[in-house]
């Protein structure tokens, strides 16, 4: 049982590159979760999806798309990075809202130069 | 409406010693806080939760004690140890809308 995974853990892009972040849980969960999290400002939602299908705008979701490919995997993509998106961003799932315990992945250090 | 206001910023406490983080939020259709405990480089792991039907809840060495009049809830650590040292985390949610706090910074020392 891996719980939630990411990949990558680091990467480094220059202002307009596009990449996508990827995460995967195999605990069977409905829910999935995008966080980004910078100093100070603890953790932000940017998107999240309650159950395969569906996606929904978190707190922060300029610059950003996802994708609930399945019920395991939930990818982030950004289109054109720019600095300000330079963070690091945690993926989580939970049964099925956020009211159930949120299991949160090992997380991906982003630096947009 | 939608903030949860985290205090203080940074702590540190000898080792024994009770630790207490303070958390205030906004909104009343909030029905459940936890609280998150993240060690530098992890992502951020469940310590504890309370839901707003109870006032007090224990778990181990964690006590969150809760105040619905005064939408304000805390995290106590009772003899606290070197390990505890990591940043903390409360959050407000329902359904799927979840707001976390800025974040507590807690050294404990030896």
């Known amino acids: 049982n891996a719980g939630v995974t990411q990949t990558p853990k680091f990467q480094v892009l220059k202002t307009g590159q596009s990449m996508t972040l990827q995460c995967a849980q195999d605990?069977?969960?409905?829910?999935m979760y995008w966080y980004r999290q910078d100093p100070g400002m603890g953790l932000r939602l940017i998107y999240y999806?309650?159950?395969?299908?569906?996606?929904d705008k978190g707190e922060v979701p300029n610059g950003y798309n996802v994708s609930r490919l399945n019920k395991r995997e939930f990818s982030l993509r950004l289109e054109s990075a720019a600095p300000s998106q330079t963070s690091v961003y945690f993926c989580?799932?939970?049964?099925?809202?956020?009211?159930?315990?949120?299991?949160f992945g090992p997380g991906t250090r982003l630096t947009v130069l | 409406q939608q903030q949860v206001k985290q205090s203080p910023q940074s702590l540190i406490v000898q080792k024994g010693g009770i630790p207490i983080i303070n958390c205030a939020y906004e909104?009343?259709?909030?029905?459940?806080f936890p609280w998150y405990q993240q060690f530098p480089g992890k992502g951020p792991a469940l310590l504890i939760a309370?839901?707003?039907?109870?006032s007090e809840k224990k778990e181990g060495r964690f006590t969150i004690s809760f105040n619905k009049s005064a939408k304000q809830f805390s995290l106590h650590i009772m003899d606290s140890q070197p390990g505890d040292s990591a940043t903390y985390f409360c959050?407000?949610?329902?359904?799927?809308?979840?707001?976390f706090g800025k974040g507590t910074r807690l050294h404990i020392l030896p």
């Open positions: 309370i839901r707003p039907d109870v």
């Open positions: 909104n009343t259709a909030f029905d459940y």
């Open positions: 959050a407000a949610s329902r359904n799927d809308k979840i707001i």
């Open positions: 999806s309650a159950s395969e299908g569906t996606t």
């Open positions: 989580a799932s939970s049964l099925s809202s956020s009211t159930d315990t949120q299991y």
């Open positions: 605990m069977n969960h409905n829910s």
